[in-house]
C-alpha cells in the first residue's frame, strides 16, 4: 500500500448529538485529514441524518481538514448550491439517484468541489465506466446505505480490485473510498488491493478503549507503516 494515499475519514454521524462538539474535536486532535459527512433525506434512504448546515461549521471550525459529503438523497443536483455555499470540498452522490449523473458531476466540479460517485452493493462495477473520466473519487458501499453499525460485506473485496482494474484500464487516479463496516483486517486487504480513503466508523475510531484520538492515530499508523503524513489531494 502506498503510505501517501491513506486517507482516514470519520463519519460525523457516529458522534452522538450531545457530544458532538467534544468528539470532533477529538478526531482533529488524532490528526484525521477528511471529516466525512452523511446527508441522508429520508426518501433515497430512509433514515434522516446531519442538516448541510454541519459542513460549514466544521469547515469554519477545522478550515485545514477536507470535508467529504455523501450525498444520500433522492434529488442530488437540489442540494448542490447549499453545499457550495457551506464550503464542501468532495461531494458524491448515488448513480441511481439521478438520470442525470454527468450533469451532476459537471455541476459539482463548476462550483469549485471534488465530485464523486457512489456505487451500492448490488450495482455491477462495469456501471460506472461511462463516468469514470469524470469522477475524482469513487465511493464503494461495503453495507447497504443509510445506517451505521453494519458489518463489512466480505464480497466487497473482488469489487476493490475490480474498480482499481477499471483505473488502471483507462491510466485515471481517482481515489478509491470504502464506506461501510471498516474495520482492521478489511482495511488492510482493502489497501493491499488499491483502495486510499477510508470512511471509518465504530470498528475503528468511535468506541474505542483508549479514546477517539488515539484511535485515529492507531489507525494511521496501522494503515500507513511509514508514518508519513498522507498528501492532500484536494488542493
Not at 433514515?47 to 448541510?52: G, S, T
Amino acid at each position: 500500500m502506498s503510505a501517501s494515499r491513506i486517507i482516514n475519514a470519520p463519519s460525523v454521524a457516529n458522534c452522538p448529538l450531545l457530544e458532538f462538539g467534544r468528539q470532533v474535536e477529538e478526531l482533529a486532535q488524532g490528526g484525521v485529514q477528511w471529516f466525512h459527512v452523511d446527508l441522508m433525506d429520508g426518501h433515497y434512504v430512509p433514515n434522516l441524518c446531519l442538516p448541510a448546515r454541519v459542513v460549514g461549521e466544521l469547515k469554519q471550525a477545522y478550515p485545514a481538514i477536507e470535508t467529504d459529503v455523501h450525498l444520500m438523497v433522492a434529488d442530488p443536483l437540489r442540494y448542490l448550491p447549499l453545499l457550495k455555499e457551506n464550503r464542501a470540498d468532495w461531494v458524491s452522490f448515488h448513480i441511481d439517484a439521478t438520470n442525470f449523473s454527468r450533469r451532476t458531476l459537471a455541476t459539482i466540479r463548476e462550483m469549485g468541489m471534488k465530485a464523486g460517485v457512489v456505487i451500492n452493493p448490488s450495482q455491477p462495477i462495469g456501471v460506472l465506466e461511462p463516468l469514470i473520466h469524470f469522477v475524482d473519487y469513487v465511493v464503494l458501499m461495503t453495507v447497504e446505505p443509510g445506517y451505521a453499525g453494519q458489518r463489512f460485506m466480505a464480497d466487497s473485496l473482488p469489487r476493490v480490485s475490480e474498480l482499481a482494474a477499471l483505473r488502471e484500464k483507462h491510466g485515471l487516479d481517482f481515489l478509491i473510498s470504502i464506506d461501510g463496516g471498516v474495520d482492521y483486517p478489511n482495511a488492510i486487504e482493502c489497501a493491499r488491493r488499491g483502495a486510499e480513503v477510508y470512511v471509518t466508523g465504530i470498528y475503528t475510531v468511535f468506541r474505542q478503549p483508549d479514546g477517539i484520538a488515539e484511535a485515529c492515530r492507531r489507525f494511521q499508523r496501522t494503515l500507513d507503516p511509514s508514518g508519513q503524513k498522507t498528501e492532500d489531494r484536494g488542493q
